[in-house]
């Protein structure tokens, strides 16, 4: 009689990756904004007891979850570096045909102040992971300043690693994502950009160096669909006049031809008016702050857009009219828990929340068919006002609108969970 464990590895192996993968890890594009899935959930989503369990079952499936383990790296401290480094080259000894790091699909370095030593382990794993589609770099960097203040540095990303993901990843490469304060330099983008050109997402908190001159290049990025901005996802003003962004926006405004996949822009200042002039037709998504500069203007020249997302708390959200927007979006300014007083929270957050729903009620938006609040973060605590959602539910409903909440739930069942949980705790 056969067992379940002989039955050949072709069969296994996607039921093994259905529980060894977290779902959506592998996009080659970011999530939907509406989406339920966060990276920070991809991170928290690993079952390191059921990993452990299946590699004990058996010597097959032992190298199958092996190597689906390795599928994505989350790289956050020096000593894992080191070690996947030197299981990856001592995997490239033994197994030419299939070593470990041809797996790699997907790295996110998270690294506090890298040590010299550490970066160039990440460059000899890089140069043993021909297959990475994804590459998600927010290593970050504090100081303390004269004052003994921590401060974040601008850092650099090494030369040494561009070269190492171009040489070993450029037909492979997918998705790169710079997300906190180490940013390449132009030079280095430049290459990395006109190498990979199969790049279908990219995100850029900053480009790293001052701009002595005006950039010259004719760059085309003909699979590029999402462009991402700014210190994402705040778009402080730190990114407003960011002089090497508008540089590289402006760079990409001369023909159409140059980004012919683009459907989503998300950032704050640097939508340059030659851009979206340029652009402005393709984007389906944009999500930025209400107090963009010029933001009816920036919407008016994307005639297709389909769903707008705006960061919360803002300034005054104009009346907004457009003839095919079905979703908006009012996302936390920062998805980390916040506890405050409830008469601030009231004043803070609620008061400007309220106001802001007015004025899309007032905006003249007839294929409007979805607002989601994302209630984490600055504004977990929304559900605490139950009349408040309720009222606006009712509205929405009447309108035919979808009032729902971060899963994706109607705020009318959210609301009267709420309420039973009150009762409860009221009740002797």
Not at 1 to 25: K, Q
Not at 157 to 171: F, G, M, V
Request: net charge neutral; aromatic share 8%.
């Amino acid at each position: 009689m056969v067992t379940l464990r002989d039955l050949p590895v072709e069969l296994w192996r996607p039921i093994l990756a259905s529980l060894v993968r977290s779902p959506g890890v592998l996009s080659s594009d970011r999530q939907d904004p509406f989406s339920e899935v966060r990276d920070i959930v991809i991170f928290l989503n690993r079952d390191v007891k059921t990993h452990s369990a299946l590699l004990l079952v058996c010597k097959v499936w032992h190298n199958v979850v092996t190597e689906l383990t390795h599928e994505h790296l989350h790289l956050t401290s020096a000593e894992q570096v080191a070690v996947i480094a030197n299981r990856f080259e001592e995997s490239r000894r033994h197994s030419i045909k299939h070593p470990l790091g041809t797996c790699t699909r997907r790295i996110d370095f998270q690294l506090s102040n890298p040590s010299d030593q550490c970066l160039n382990a990440l460059v000899r794993i890089l140069r043993c992971t021909p297959n990475i589609e994804i590459l998600v770099n927010s290593n970050y960097y504090m100081a303390l300043n004269p004052t003994f203040h921590i401060t974040p540095p601008q850092a650099q990303t090494r030369t040494e690693i561009i070269n190492a993901l171009i040489e070993t990843c450029s037909s492979s490469l997918r998705r790169i994502e710079w997300t906190s304060n180490e940013y390449p330099s132009w030079s280095d983008l430049m290459h990395v950009l006109q190498t990979a050109t199969g790049i279908t997402s990219l995100t850029l908190a900053n480009i790293y160096g001052n701009l002595t001159e005006r950039p010259s290049h004719y760059l085309t990025l003909p699979n590029l669909k999402t462009l991402v901005l700014g210190d994402s996802p705040s778009f402080s003003h730190a990114s407003l006049g960011n002089v090497p962004l508008n540089a590289f926006l402006t760079m990409l405004a001369k023909s159409p031809e140059q980004l012919p996949s683009l459907q989503r822009l998300e950032g704050f200042s640097p939508f340059s008016p030659d851009f979206l002039r340029t652009h402005g037709p393709k984007v389906r998504i944009v999500r930025t702050v209400a107090f963009t500069p010029l933001l009816n203007e920036i919407i008016a020249t994307c005639p297709n857009l389909d769903t707008f997302v705006t960061i919360f708390p803002h300034h005054i959200l104009d009346l907004l009219s457009h003839p095919s927007l079905k979703r908006i979006g009012i996302f936390p300014i920062s998805e980390d828990p916040v506890g405050v007083p409830q008469a601030i929270f009231s004043a803070y957050i609620m008061k400007p929340l309220e106001d802001l729903l007015c004025q899309i009620d007032e905006s003249q938006l007839p294929k409007l068919t979805q607002v989601r609040i994302r209630n984490i973060g600055t504004l977990a605590n929304i559900t605490e006002h139950p009349l408040f959602l309720q009222k606006w539910w009712k509205r929405w409903d009447s309108r035919g609108v979808r009032f729902d909440d971060k899963d994706g739930r109607p705020f009318n069942l959210v609301s009267s969970e709420s309420d039973s949980v009150h009762d409860n705790v009221r009740r002797p």
